[in-house]
C-alpha cells in the first residue's frame, strides 16, 4: 500500500492511512513502532510504497500492523516542490470515498503519478493538473475541455469557468452577468493544451496568478460535486 497519512498515537504508537489495491483506503494501527530500538519506524513514512503484512480483528474496521517490506521510498532524494505536489495527490485521496472496485484504478494512477512527477525539473504543477483531470474522470466528475457546457460547440477558445454547470463556456455564450469565473489568456493557453503538458514543461512558463486561477477552478469543481 501507500500511506497517505501518519498520526502519532500515544507515546510509541502510530495510525496510518494506507492505500491499497484491493480495498481503497484503510486504518492501520502500528503499535510501540516509535520506540527507540523499533525497526519499523523508517519504513513507515509518508508516500511510501509498502508490502504490509496485517492482521484484523472481528468487528473491527482498523487493521493491525505486524510488519512491513519497502517498495518504493518515494520520498528519498526528491526535490521539495516533487515532494509538496505529491503530498497534495494524497491530500485529494484522503478527501474522495475509494470504492473497493475502483481501488486498482486510483492506486495505479497515483503510483504512475509520483513515478512521473519525480523525475519533473520544471512546471511540476501542470502534471498535478492532468492528475487530477484523471481522477475526475475515474471518479464520474470529468471536467470537459472542449465542449461548451451551455452550447454544446467545440471550446475553440475558452472564455470562463461555470461553477453551477460543472464546465467551461466559449466567448459566444459569455454574459457579464453570468456568475463565472473569468479567464486569463495565459490559463485558456494551458488548459488547451493540459493533455500533452508533459512535452511542453521546459518551454512554457507558469506565472503564480495562472496557477491560483487553475487551482481555484480544478478544487472548486471537486467541490461542487459533493
Given amino acids: 500500500g501507500i500511506i497517505l497519512r501518519k498520526i502519532a498515537y500515544r507515546e510509541t504508537s502510530v495510525i496510518l492511512d494506507v492505500l491499497t489495491p484491493d480495498f481503497g483506503v484503510i486504518t492501520v494501527m502500528a503499535k510501540g513502532i516509535r520506540k527507540a530500538k ?25 487493521y493491525l500492523y505486524k510488519s512491513a517490506t519497502i517498495i ?7 526535490n521539495f516542490d516533487a515532494q509538496i505536489l505529491m503530498q497534495a495527490a494524497t491530500e485529494i485521496y484522503r478527501q474522495l470515498i475509494i470504492h473497493s472496485e475502483e ?12 513515478g512521473y512527477i519525480k523525475l519533473v525539473k520544471k512546471n511540476g504543477i501542470a502534471i498535478f493538473w ?6 475526475y474522470k475515474i471518479y464520474g466528475i470529468s471536467l470537459n475541455l472542449q465542449t461548451c457546457v451551455l452550447c454544446g460547440g467545440n471550446l475553440n477558445e475558452i472564455s470562463a469557468y461555470y461553477p453551477h454547470k460543472h464546465g467551461f463556456i466559449c466567448q459566444k455564450c459569455f454574459r457579464a452577468n453570468f456568475p463565472v469565473i473569468g479567464l ?14 508533459g512535452n511542453q514543461l521546459e518551454n512554457i512558463s507558469i506565472s ?17 460535486q459533493f
Wanted: glycine letters at 2%; charged letters at 25%; proline letters at 1%.
Fill in 184 to 197: 486569463a489568456n495565459e490559463v485558456t493557453s494551458i488548459l488547451a493544451q493540459i493533455y500533452d503538458i
Fill in 130 to 135: 492532468r492528475f487530477l483531470l484523471k481522477i
Fill in 38 to 62: 523499533s525497526k519499523s519506524e523508517g519504513l513507515l513514512e509518508i508516500l511510501n510504497e509498502v508490502d504490509l503484512l496485517l492482521y484484523k480483528k472481528p468487528n473491527s474496521d482498523w
Fill in 208 to 224: 503564480k496568478s495562472a496557477i491560483k486561477q487553475i487551482n481555484r477552478i480544478f478544487l472548486l469543481h471537486l467541490s461542487e
Fill in 72 to 78: 518504493n521510498a518515494n520520498i528519498f532524494g526528491i
Fill in 103 to 114: 481501488s486498482i484504478e486510483f492506486y495505479e494512477l497515483l503510483n504512475d503519478y509520483f
